[in-house]
């Protein structure tokens, strides 16, 4: 019976395993505490299995007790942790053992002796089983790991501050794919850019598109070309601590979550920093979602909002069918939220890894600029897919309190605060588009127990044609409401 080819394959394992010891102890010093632990679970699992199919081979054949010996000080050198592999180690263990498997060979090539005890079928499967987990979960200096995508839009003078941040990451930029997608930029972002993939051409790469189709596009478009099993989505003109991606890939790797978040805090325009944003739950924490009670749970805890300052199990989007609308503003309300309402684990960090840059030309915050209304055109987007999925239907009073304060508290919000006059002609069409996803609100509990009675009468004013001397004076009263 010829054996050849398993011992070919348990010589090219062994040989895979030597190679990322070499790794981790050549760039121990270069990379944390998390790549050389996750570097040597690995290994301690692939000798452990080796030690197992080993005992299945006939000690009487030649070098075979060698062999043996040789793995189990390899596998209780590895059970001691000692992550700093010397030297030594190598000469007098890790390279006997692969000399002793390539003399077996040699000698099974030559005799007849049956060279392992258990049957064929049996070695065969252990064989199989072994190398094809040793292919997907061998580490290489080259292999990826999380894939980092950054929209950019006119961002010239804001891009190098996060890719700086990225390149100082306390994992190293080795396990990153940093995504750039220049969404048809009028300033230099694309030459800035294409400098950063010149000088990281392993980890950095840049997709120009012709037409701005905003952040939601770039996105899209960014998902479908990574490779690797994480994703993180950034903001250009953001900035990241230099422990983001190594405290959200390690809690991500260890609990199996489809999603970790970092807790962030804003940096405002006058240069102070807002406390951090929190939760309205329990302090750090796993959160598992086995039933519509888990699931509320999770809405009122506040995970949805933004999608910066999350690291996400990329199979999450075509398991749950998830991409941004396309073309809009505010695009983060729809993804958010029904990634939200839709996975089924998600870690809590307390830690701060983000920070939220204010500035004035941020397309969010400049005055007068009818893009705000796009919020409008996301959320009824949103709402027809919570009801298609029947989400909705499910956690109706919840969704409908906040609808009603993202929907509409918050798009008056913006419309009194960032135009100076009101856009008449948005505002009477946001109204009777908010009056008819809510026809009956006047006459609901959600509506008589509003704190404050201008909140009512805003509702009451939605469902009249106001004229332009109208929203002039609710803006007026809601200027000076918000201002005591």
Not at 185 to 193: G, R, Y
Not at 276 to 290: R, S
Request: net charge negative; charged share 25%.
């Amino acid at each position: 019976m010829d054996y050849s080819k398993y011992i070919t394959i348990l010589n090219e394992t062994i040989q895979a395993a030597w190679r990322m010891i070499w790794y981790a102890q050549n760039n121990y010093q270069k990379y944390s505490s998390w790549w050389i632990r996750r570097t040597f679970s690995m290994i301690k699992n692939h000798i452990s299995e080796i030690y197992t199919i080993a005992h299945s081979l006939n000690e009487n054949c030649p070098n075979v007790s060698t062999l043996i010996s040789g793995i189990e000080l390899i596998n209780t050198a590895l059970s001691a942790n000692n992550y700093e592999i010397s030297s030594s180690c190598m000469e007098s263990v890790i390279i006997p053992v692969i000399t002793s498997y390539k003399s077996i060979l040699e000698a099974h090539s030559s005799n007849n002796q049956c060279l392992f005890t258990e049957d064929r079928t049996s070695v065969e499967g252990k064989l199989s089983s072994f190398t094809a987990k040793l292919k997907e979960s061998t580490i290489s200096p080259s292999q990826k790991i999380l894939s980092v995508i950054i929209p950019c839009y006119n961002a010239q003078n804001y891009i190098n501050g996060i890719l700086s941040d990225l390149c100082n990451q306390t994992i190293g930029i080795n396990p990153l794919e940093i995504i750039l997608v220049d969404d048809a930029s009028t300033d230099d972002t694309l030459e800035v850019i294409t400098s950063w993939k010149n000088d990281y051409p392993e980890n950095i790469s840049v997709i120009h598109l012709d037409e701005n189709g905003r952040q939601g596009r770039a996105r899209n478009i960014a998902v479908k070309k990574a490779t690797t099993e994480y994703v993180l989505f950034l903001d250009a003109d953001d900035s990241v601590t230099e422990d983001l991606c190594e405290v959200t890939l390690e809690i991500a790797e260890t609990t199996n979550v489809e999603v970790v978040s970092v807790d962030l805090i804003s940096h405002n325009m006058d240069g102070t920093y807002s406390d951090p944003e929190g939760y309205n739950g329990e302090t750090e924490h796993i959160a598992l979602v086995q039933g519509i009670e888990d699931r509320i749970k999770l809405w009122h805890e506040g995970l949805r909002g933004s999608t910066i300052s999350k690291l996400y199990r990329k199979s999450i989007f075509e398991m749950y069918d998830i991409s941004y609308p396309e073309k809009k503003l505010y695009e983060d309300n729809y993804f958010a939220v029904l990634t939200t309402l839709s996975i089924h684990s998600y870690y809590i960090l307390d830690n701060v890894c983000y920070i939220w840059n204010m500035h004035e030309s941020s397309s969010s915050h400049r005055m007068n600029n009818l893009s705000h209304f796009d919020r409008v055109d996301v959320l009824d987007l949103l709402l027809r897919e919570l009801k298609k999925r029947g989400i909705y239907y499910e956690l109706k009073s919840e969704l409908d309190k906040w609808f009603l304060d993202i929907y509409f508290f918050a798009t008056l919000h913006i419309a009194f605060t960032r135009f100076n006059p009101v856009p008449y002609d948005k505002m009477n069409e946001f109204t009777a588009r908010f009056c008819k996803q809510f026809p009956d609100i006047r006459s609901s509990s959600l509506y008589s127990s509003l704190e404050y009675k201008y909140q009512r009468d805003f509702i009451d004013f939605a469902f009249y044609k106001l004229s332009n001397e109208d929203w002039d004076s609710l803006q007026s009263q809601y200027l000076s409401i918000i201002d005591k």
